[in-house]
């Protein structure tokens, strides 16, 4: 299991930008786009595994990841 793994990974129609997004709400909002939900969710894993690797190498520690229960539960507290 690669880091990455642990971590909500979001692929969301925009109405605004006319494309899918693709966010992992820990570590970026909006990170990649495109036509193709599937493209974007591929894009999303590498974006995500590549944000891993560089804050591991910059010595900035990794945000705590979220289950998608944990996740559901933060948004409708916050709503």
């Known amino acids: ?7 909500v990974k979001i692929v969301e129609w925009s109405d605004e930008d006319s494309c899918f997004i693709g966010s992992c709400p ?4 909006g990170g990649c786009h495109g036509d193709d939900a599937k493209h974007v969710f591929a894009e999303l894993c590498e974006l995500v595994e ?3 690797e560089t804050l591991e190498r910059d010595g900035k520690p990794l945000p705590q990841p979220l289950s998608g229960r944990e996740f559901v539960n933060l948004m409708q507290r916050s709503a």
């Open 1 to 7: 299991m690669a880091k990455g793994d642990r971590y």
């Open 26 to 29: 820990e570590l970026f909002y």
């Open 50 to 52: 590549e944000t891993i």
